[in-house]
Every structure is written in structure tokens, then in C-alpha cells.
């Protein structure tokens, strides 16, 4: 799949991080492209079919977008550098794009797992998602639920991938980068979610961010990008109202505005899809007593019971998705890639912190 799909990698101080995914990729038939923002150019020779671009203090979805510029192939699709795509995934993912030309992205089924214990600790992920398609022929439809899957990690064509980061270009929040993708792609078309293994996502957290909550920032959290804080945005109605805020908006309507119908206002598009959003996250605060108070449950119940308790929750999750194609623990397609993904983080033991 060299010449048809590249996946882009961007990546912020962690280069041992980084090297896992290296060595899982430099396996693979797609091409990749490296978007390393940090201080240090990576050492060391890479497989002919990487491309490394060093771009040191570059916002998120500006280095994305440098890279997507540089990219030759008809399809590209972004991972984490601590996480793993599926080769059988994106192949299955190009030819249905290919065939359906009205659809704008395509992603199947993930999975999250624990490094220290890969081959047991791997559960199912959105699992919510499970044939679940953004199929409307209504734009001002499309993106009032343009927020409930993770397609930033799915398959586009180059061209339309380019068009969502356009609307990022100087905006420093890193959470602006997942909503770019579903908000200027489903303007474009429709997204399907296929009964295939897609990705496997590390619960572990490698790096940390800047949260700003109640107006200031907690210590020790994030780094700085040309002394400006990149942040993990809790208050959305705050960042919206702010500068950047505004900017992130305007960014959307230039970029959508030759993309949509003359009868649709961008301005009101954008703000619609928010205020779903914004529900969204409301009703979320209602959640189940368990899922509300989990810290304080931390607290109160000892640290075997509660690994007890949530292996007792994947199991019986993982009976109830029996049948269901795109799990490793059902399909032998999926099994496949998945045991390719855990040799390599086998190999490359992030757990051992002296290497």
C-alpha cells in the first residue's frame, strides 16, 4: 500500500516512544511521515519509506499540516505515536473508499491495552460505535453529531485530511486538533464506522499537557510552543469566546465556506455543532453513580478489588461483543495484526524505565 496510503506520525519530546512505533511501521507496507516538534532532531537511519520532518516548536495542527503537504499518496490517516493502526484495517479502509466515493472517512473497531501485560490486559474501545455510520445527506445533520466518534484517527483522502488542518494553522490548543477533522470532513461528506480491527490505543499517558481549568494553569503540566502554552481546552465556552477562540471559527468559515452549499451560513454550522457538543458534555455529568464518583471510589475500595472489579466489567463486555467482527478475541484477521502489535511492544518495553 506504499503508493496508495501514508500514515502520519506526530510526535512532542518522546522519542523512545517515538522508536516503538518506528520499529512497528518500518513493517509495514504504507508510507509514513514523522512530525517531530521537539527541541532534538531524532538520531539514527530510518526505513526508506519514512519521511522525518523536524519542526521544532510548531503547533500541533500546524506540523500535521506541514506534514500532509509533503504526502504523495492518494489516502493518508493520522496515529499517535503510542498507538498502533491495523494493516489489514487500513487496507480494507482504502477499498471502501475507493468504491464509495460518497463517503468522506472510514474507521472499524479499537481496542486499548496495557504495556506491562499486553497479551491479557487489551479491552474493547468505543465499543459504542459498532456500525455506526454519519451518513446524512444534511450538512447542518452531519455535524450535530459530528463529535461522537474519534475520526481524526480515521482514513481520508489527502486532499480532504489537508482541508480539516487548515482550520488549525496557529491555533495552540491540542484539543482544537481532534475536533478539526469531524467538523470540516463532514462538511465534505459522510463517515462509517466498518466491522474491522482499526487501532490499538496505550493507556498509558507518556506525556502530559497544559489543562486550564478556572483560569489557571495547573503546575507542572504541558509544555510551551513559541511561549505559548499548548492546553487541553475544559472550558469550551470559554475558549470560544476567547481570541483564539474566535479565530479557530474564523479559520472555519474561510476554509468551509467554498466546500458547502451558498444556502448554508458556516458561522451558524459551527455554532450548531457546538451546542450539540456543549449538550453532549451536559448529559454526561448525569452518568451512572459508578462512573460520577470513581475518584472518590478509588479512595474508599482497595487497589486489587478495583482491578477486580473492572476485569470482572471487560470480560463480560468482551462476551457481550461475541460475534462481533473486528476484535482480536473474535477474528482471526484481527488476532493477526493484533499479535504483530504486541511482539513489538514486547520488543520495545516502554514499562522498563532503564532500558
Partial sequence: MKNKVTVIIPTHERHRVLE???????????NVVIADSSN???SGKLPDHFLYLHCPDSFMGDKIYQSLCKVKTKYSCLCSDDDFLSESGLSVGYDFLENNPDYVSVQGHFISFDPSNPKEKYNPLYSNLI??????????????KCFNAPQIYALHRTKDLKKCFEITLGISAVTVVEMCVPLVSLCISKHKVLPIFWQARDIKRYSRYINKEGGAYRANEGHLVNNKPSIV????????KSEEGQAFKKNFITTVKDII????????????????????????????????????????LPNMLLKRIKRMIFDREKTLLIGVGGYPFNDGVAMSD?????????????TNPNP
Fill in 338 to 350: 493484533w499479535s504483530k502489535i504486541i511482539q513489538c511492544i514486547l520488543k520495545n518495553n516502554l
Fill in 20 to 30: 516503538r512505533a518506528i520499529d512497528y511501521y518500518s513493517q509495514m507496507d504504507v
Fill in 233 to 240: 481546552i475544559t472550558d469550551w465556552v470559554g475558549y470560544l
Fill in 131 to 144: 456500525g455506526y455510520e454519519n451518513s446524512s445527506i444534511s450538512i447542518e445533520d452531519r455535524l450535530k
Fill in 261 to 300: 452549499p451558498d444556502n448554508l451560513d458556516p458561522g451558524i454550522l459551527f455554532v450548531s455543532a457546538f451546542q450539540e457538543y456543549l449538550l453532549s458534555q451536559k448529559n454526561k455529568k448525569s452518568m451512572p453513580f459508578l462512573q460520577k464518583n470513581k475518584n472518590t471510589i478509588k479512595k474508599v
Fill in 40 to 42: 532534538k532532531d531524532l
